[in-house]
């Protein structure tokens, strides 16, 4: 399985950006979807989920703010990101996994992984 990322870019605040990760995430060797984030000196944080029914879930310093989606052939995920925050700036991945749908939040263990796209915000 191979994520690749793209759409980070430097933005003001209040400003919005749309991440795209190329992937086939319902294969046969995954089954949920996620976005993570990793700001510098800071560890790794999950930030939505997307399980294979449609279940979302987002942690709470971006709830109402970015939405997690895929398109209709479910082979790109998106992370849409509105009212961005300086406190958003990091670098983004998109990772992947096969677990019960129940366990599909941002706190699993995902198994595949992108390379990264750096979002900045001033």
């Known amino acids: 399985v191979q994520l690749v990322e793209s759409g980070g870019g430097s933005v003001q605040a209040g400003g919005s950006l749309r991440l795209s990760c190329i992937t086939s995430p319902y294969g046969h060797k995954t089954n949920c979807v996620a976005w993570f984030r990793q700001a510098p000196g800071k560890e790794r944080e999950g930030v939505a989920s997307l399980s294979e029914i449609g279940q979302t879930v987002y942690d709470d310093s971006v709830q109402n703010r970015f939405t997690i989606s895929t398109d209709d052939a479910k082979t790109t995920l998106y992370l849409e990101m509105d009212n961005l925050k300086p406190e958003d700036t990091g670098m983004y991945y998109c990772?992947?996994?096969?677990?019960?749908?129940?366990?599909?939040?941002?706190?699993?263990?995902?198994?595949?992984w992108g390379q990264g796209t750096q979002v900045t915000v001033s």
């Open positions: 990772a992947a996994t096969q677990t019960r749908w129940l366990q599909c939040t941002p706190k699993a263990t995902y198994t595949y």
